[in-house]
């Protein structure tokens, strides 16, 4: 079974770049027909998708968030990240990466989620 779990640092100043990244185990970033995301979810607010990265390494993004995020792998590694550019407190969330099903378009395995908190 797939596992997922996020790391990095939990507070970040504004204006800053958030940085996370997402361990994979169980599978590999690579299996064909899926789509490694990103969403988070701030504090008394829903889930907000991000973006992810597919199983080719094609990236989609949010259009929201698109100018100031970044997402990429690490195939060796068996991860993937997410950069956040100049970060304000709006950023501050809690921060999951999931996976997502191309076929069945279901989110079939989730991380156990990060706080980002983002303050001087």
């Known amino acids: 079974q797939v596992q997922l779990q996020e790391s990095g640092p939990g507070l970040v100043k504004p204006s800053q770049t958030l940085s996370l990244t997402c361990t994979v185990s169980?599978?590999?970033?690579?299996?064909?027909?899926?789509?490694w995301s990103w969403i988070r979810q701030p504090p008394g607010k829903g889930l907000e998708w991000i973006g992810f990265i597919d199983w080719r390494g094609n990236t989609y993004k949010s259009p929201a968030l698109k100018s100031r995020t970044s997402v990429s792998r690490d195939t060796s590694k068996n991860q993937f990240t997410l950069q956040v550019s100049s970060v304000t407190p709006e950023d501050t969330a809690v921060y999951y990466c999931?996976?997502?099903?191309?076929?069945?378009?279901?989110?079939?395995?989730w991380g156990q989620g990060t706080q980002v908190t983002v303050s001087s």
């Open positions: 169980g599978g590999s970033i690579t299996d064909l027909f899926y789509f």
């Open positions: 999931a996976r997502r099903d191309a076929t069945s378009n279901m989110f079939d395995s």
